[in-house]
Structures are given as structure tokens and as C-alpha cells.
């Protein structure tokens, strides 16, 4: 099995790349025009920044 690069990424293949943010990993595809949420595939991916964000805080004394 391949390493997962950007350059073998089948949605990058497809539709080109869509950028990388300041740590140099892939920014993601947009779900449509006008969501910019990331789609499924990219979240899941660990080459992309939404994949990278921190679970959110668990309230104090909870």
C-alpha cells in the first residue's frame, strides 16, 4: 500500500489542490459553494487541518 501523500490523494488527483495553511497541511475540500465545511473524506484524513483540531474542553468539576 502506498504512504498517504497529498500528491496520491484521489480528491487532489480529481480537482487539484486545495492549498495548505500556515504548517504546511492541506486545507481540505469545501462540502459545496457555500459550506465551507471540509467534506467527510477530508476530515477523516490525517494529512488535513480539520482532521488536526482539538477535541472540545470538558467543563471543570463536571
Known amino acids: 500500500m502506498a504512504k498517504r501523500t497529498l500528491e496520491n490523494c484521489r480528491l487532489v488527483k ?14 481540505g475540500f469545501a462540502i459545496s459553494e457555500t459550506d465551507d465545511e471540509p467534506c467527510m473524506t477530508c ?14 474542553n470538558k467543563l471543570e468539576g463536571a
Not at 43 to 56: E, I, M, V, Y
Open 43 to 56: 476530515k477523516k484524513c490525517k494529512l488535513c487541518t480539520s482532521s488536526q483540531q482539538a477535541p472540545p
Open 14 to 27: 480529481r480537482f487539484g489542490e486545495p492549498g495548505k495553511d500556515g504548517n504546511g497541511m492541506c486545507m
